[in-house]
């Protein structure tokens, strides 16, 4: 343990408010599937109001995505009670669809039937579904279909100054201490993976004939022996435009520049494309981003915008509000797909990256170290004696585990301490465990149900599915519940129904102006 974290949790103990104040949200995916577990072609149910307006209920990249959105929360069960309640109202309100509790999808129409997000004729709904449409052609649609959950966090202003941040006003060290957390976050990124991956299988379907390098475990199922998330993995899908990409996470504002070039700048292959077909739009433009949410990372600094305001401008002007980390795979044993204990460690995991020194990468912005630790271990995390690179010197991944998690545990005990929460410090040992028996991995418990009940990854992950709807239907919606469910339905209806009757600019001028709201991040003085 250093000093510097020593004397920062030392701190941190004499200011127990601070993080009491500390919040974090969910976004949880996942497909509507039909009674058979294959994706659903219909529309967004009606009943759960409309996908562009609701709250809470949206989806992602296909109309069949469903999208699950907390609020912020101080504490981990009020968050977990949210995300069961949204939960519930998505499962009493699809009576013949389950969501799919899994990241890898479930079996798949052909690419050309997979339908993309509806969004609505307003301006504000076509450009999403106009986003969509160019990913469609980028990407293809089957990849975009792979489910996560997103957990976003944020600390008390009040934490940054207690970190001897140099930087001159509030803002500006909000945003370094935010960027210093996404620099350790990226080196240390793989002991999530190896604790709570959760996809070392797939259904060969998915694959679409192209099963790379992974093995067959029976004639539905491909997988990895020692996977802990082929989400995260490439599985044979490489993106040329974005592999350039190499954002700098030593300064907030020459991330931002670095991600503006890149929604500026032309790509040959997307220019072959272009923008419209038939006099449809297809892509919002031919650069080797559409929008700044085109770039895949497994963590982002983030900004909430308003109407027309790009990420970028946000944060340029604004800095750093919280981070979404992007990493996690969905739980397939737990019906919100994120248990408590896997939160709690997360928020120690957390402060101990805002917490720990965390030095400058190399000029270049990019650390190959970390790039190729964390694909190792995605693919291989679970070898017996799987090396890593720490400082170019080898370390076995237990051994790093376990002195990572020694730092850790000081968080957990602080946070546990503050919070009156004597749960943070049992979710801590659990990750213990899982470093001295690979077995209680999630990841090796899928496998191992696979091989031990002798069923497909399509299978399994349809039991799962279905069980945890009918549990969730069986508990059911309190009046007060229902009642707010319907209200937001309701609600979301008739303000998408404004959006579209308020509308007095074409989508060709919409565009337009929504390109010109992207302005250019300051030169960085480092």
């Not at 980028?138 to 990849?143: C, D, E, L, Q, S």
Request: net charge negative.
């Amino acid at each position: 343990m250093t000093d510097t974290l020593s004397t920062r949790l030392a701190r941190l103990q004499a200011r127990p408010e601070i993080l009491g104040h500390t919040l974090r949200g969910i976004e949880k995916e996942g497909l509507r599937v039909d009674i058979d577990g294959k994706m659903s072609t219909r529309p967004h149910p009606a009943a759960l109001g409309k996908a562009l307006t609701h709250p809470r209920i949206t989806t992602d990249y296909s109309e069949s995505l469903l999208e699950l959105i907390t609020g912020t929360h101080d504490r981990v069960d009020s968050l977990l009670a949210e995300i069961n309640e949204i939960q519930r109202v998505v499962s009493t309100t699809m009576t013949d669809e389950w969501m799919w509790n899994h990241s890898m999808p479930a079996l798949l129409p052909p690419e050309a039937d997979i339908p993309i997000a509806w969004y609505g004729t307003s301006n504000t709904g076509m450009i999403k579904h106009v986003y969509r449409r160019g990913l469609a052609e980028r990407y293809g649609k089957t990849m975009q279909c792979i489910a996560g959950l997103h957990y976003n966090f944020s600390f008390d202003e009040a934490i940054w100054d207690l970190l001897d941040r140099p930087e001159a006003n509030a803002q500006d060290r909000r945003s370094a201490g935010y960027i210093a957390l996404i620099r350790n976050f990226t080196r240390y990124s793989w002991l999530l993976m190896y604790l709570f991956g959760a996809s070392p299988a797939v259904s060969r379907d998915f694959l679409r004939g192209n099963t790379g390098e992974l093995q067959a475990l029976d004639d539905q199922t491909m997988f990895l022996p020692h996977a802990t998330s082929l989400r995260m993995s490439d599985l044979g899908y490489q993106n040329k435009a974005q592999s350039g990409l190499k954002p700098c996470y030593n300064d907030l504002n020459t991330f931002l520049q670095r991600i503006y070039v890149a929604v500026t700048t032309p790509w040959p292959a997307y220019e072959k494309i272009g923008t419209h077909r038939n006099g449809e739009w297809i892509q919002l433009n031919t650069n080797i981003l559409q929008i700044e949410n085109e770039f895949y990372s497994s963590i982002r600094p983030k900004r909430t915008t308003g109407p027309c305001e790009r990420p970028i401008t946000a944060l340029a002007e604004r800095g750093i509000q919280y981070i979404e980390v992007r990493c996690l795979d969905i739980d397939p044993a737990e019906p919100t797909g994120i248990s408590a204990q896997t939160a709690r460690f997360v928020d120690a995991f957390l402060l101990y990256c805002a917490l720990e020194d965390s030095p400058d990468f190399p000029e270049s912005g990019f650390c190959p170290e970390s790039a190729a630790n964390f694909s190792l271990v995605v693919k291989q995390g679970r070898a017996p004696g799987l090396m890593l690179k720490r400082l170019d010197q080898d370390i076995s991944l237990s051994d790093w585990a376990n002195q990572l998690l020694d730092k850790i545990a000081q968080c957990s005990a602080i946070l546990g301490d503050n919070l009156k929460d004597a749960a943070y410090a049992q979710a801590l040992q659990a990750q213990r465990e899982k470093v001295r028996d690979p077995g209680l991995t999630p990841s090796a418990k899928v496998l191992n149900t696979l091989e031990s009940k002798g069923i497909s990854f399509q299978q399994y992950a349809l039991q799962m599915s279905a069980e945890h709807a009918k549990n969730l239907r069986q508990t059911g919606l309190s009046a007060s519940e229902e009642a707010s469910a319907i209200e937001q339905a309701q609600q979301s209806i008739f303000d998408q129904k404004q959006l579209e009757s308020g509308d007095t600019e074409s989508f060709d001028a919409y565009v337009e102006r929504f390109h010109k709201a992207l302005k250019a991040p300051a030169l960085s003085s480092s």
